[in-house]
T-cell receptor, first 113, second 110 residues
Framework: DAGITQSPRHKVTETGTPVTLRCHQT?????MYWYRQDPGHGLRLIHY???????DKGEVSDGYSVSRSKTEDFLLTLESATSSQTSVYFC????????????FGSGTRLTVV | EDQVTQSPEALRLQEGESSSLNCSYT??????LFWYRQDPGKGPEFLFT???AGEEKEKERLKATLTKKESFLHITAPKPEDSATYLC???????????FGSGTKLNVKP
């Protein structure tokens, strides 16, 4: 996953606590995305960013917020974690609007107990 | 409603046994169809983009084709290292609308 790292790789948290996942890129790509992957659902877009401080919602954005204060960093926050947010979270980047595909990070496995 | 469906969900092949994976889609305004490979514990890795019906792309033992309703990923003489989950995704002309299928898990036995 050259140029894109996610942290942490694994996290266990308790219901009701806030959680922040970090995505860091060194490619200077304008577009960044947060997806979640669940069995039987494929990858679903949570939020995306098209520039510093420019973000928009995806199809499953309820309970999540994002921030992008620098080109290289895109943060995903679960405001009050619930068990339904147990999932694998992937960050992705693209040079343009994804026309040439995305580059994905290695993922964060989040368990909410 | 925009939708992407992959079949089969899982496929077991013997080494050298060729086969095809299917990705059917119903979207309005297809901009591109994408194939990704995903290994366990890793993020998807981009393989191909197909932009128009009739287009084909090849990479080693993989060949992707596209029609107006579906795409096929043909695997010729697969090897165990081809074992992975293969995902397809479609992008529509509405900005940043990508729809992923649930994937086909391929297991190639030696």
């Amino acid at each position: 996953d050259a140029g894109i790292t996610q942290s942490p790789r694994h996290k266990v948290t308790e219901t009701g606590t806030p959680v922040t996942l970090r995505c860091h890129q060194t490619e200077n790509h304008r577009y960044m995305y947060w997806y979640r992957q669940d069995p039987g659902h494929g990858l679903r877009l949570i939020h995306y960013s098209y520039g510093v401080k420019d973000t928009d919602k995806g199809e499953v954005s309820d309970g999540y917020s994002v921030s992008r204060s620098k080109t290289e960093d895109f943060l995903l926050t679960l405001e009050s974690a619930t068990s339904s947010q147990t999932s694998v979270y992937f960050c992705a980047i693209s040079e343009g609007t994804g026309y040439y595909g995305y580059t994905f990070g290695s993922g964060t496995r989040l368990t909410v107990v | 409603e925009d939708q992407v469906t992959q079949s089969p969900e899982a496929l077991r092949l013997q080494e050298g046994e060729s086969s095809s994976l299917n990705c059917s889609y119903t979207v309005s305004g297809l901009r591109g169809l994408f194939w990704y490979r995903q290994d366990p514990g890793k993020g998807p890795e981009f393989l191909f983009t197909l932009y128009s019906a009739g287009e084909e792309k090849e990479k080693e033992r993989l060949k992707a084709t596209l029609t107006k309703k579906e795409s096929f990923l043909h695997i010729t003489a697969p090897k165990p290292e081809d074992s992975a989950t293969y995902l397809c995704a479609v992008q529509v002309y509405n900005f940043n609308k990508f729809y992923f299928g649930s994937g086909t898990k391929l297991n190639v036995k030696p």
